[in-house]
């Protein structure tokens, strides 16, 4: 019999316990009047069938205590109490058990009131914030690489009716010294050269100009623009050599020297093969999105391979339905696969933990 008990009680000790947060907290006696274990400050802890503090069990409850109600989305605060969806203007985020608006890009909650979200737009009166006006008409609000801004960046200017706002008026050929000058191409009859066309530069027309891609490298002008930007000698300019190994590419319209060593050229980019997650082991093998199953596939080491979010597992090592255990509530696989918790007493698993509270030492539970 005394094996037997030895036994259960090795068995219970493999199990992780944890004091609720609102339990008391203990510590050891000082007024010397006690003696032997309890001289120690030794405490008895029972599973516990208790949901600790901002955790409840809910309707739609799986397991018990399941609920964060100072983090879940559909049960913010309280069971049931969802936060609103998120749209093309603002997201919610459940924080310490209230619905905290978020604006997106580009809009703003200007009057205060959460109810009706992100009311305001970026415009000339709220040009990246909340009543930051741009004033001068020919500086309007403007989306600069995801930065609202007044007006273009120096030395760029406004122009509202190119395809391009912001412009470049000493060397743009269409508006060359200002907003819609053009400039002949021809320089009204000029000479011509190979691969060359007049232009602007200096904010005046009549520039000798190379068309895309090409470069006067050898300085004679008579023959034009008679190098390609496009070889491993004039990568992008001319006399930029591509390293040894690399290979001249277009690249966001630019000659640009490919790929560094450990990434391989594929479909016009660089990728690393080994990490890449759509070209994963081999250009165009793309490894599997699984982000509504508690996880998703990651390229490691050149092979798709499942990935689990915290608080998530693959217990079944079924790959296919994902990480399908959720080891933060599931108190058959409590903070691990198979780590069970005490189903005769309720005891429920928070957090991937056991739930305990102290209890009386007949009562048969662990001792610390």
Known sequence: MAAFVALIACQRQTVEFTLPPEQPSFQIPTDGGASGEADAGLITYCPSSACPAGHTTCPTSRFRCDVDLNTDMNNCGACGAACPKETTKESYECLGGACVLSCQEGNYDCDGIPDNGCEAKSDNDNCGGCGKKCP??????LNISSEF????KSPQVYCANSPIPCVNPKADDKNCGGCGNVCDSTNGGAPSYPNAYYGCSSGQCG????VERMGNCDGDVTNGCEASLMTNQNCGGCGLACPAGQECRLYQGVGTCMCE???TFCNGECYDLKSDFFNCGACGN?????????GAEACLYGVCTLQCWSGKAD???NTADGCET???????NCGACGNTCDAVAGQACVGGKCMVEPCDPDAGG???
């Open 136 to 141: 001068d008409p020919d500086k309007p609000c």
């Open 149 to 152: 801004v007044c007006g273009c």
């Open 207 to 210: 520039a000798l100009k190379c």
């Open 261 to 263: 060593p450990g990434k």
């Open 286 to 294: 793309s490894c599997r999105f699984l982000t509504k199953k508690g």
């Open 315 to 317: 217990c079944n090592g």
């Open 326 to 332: 959720d080891t933060d509530a599931d108190p058959n």
């Open 366 to 368: 662990i001792t610390r």
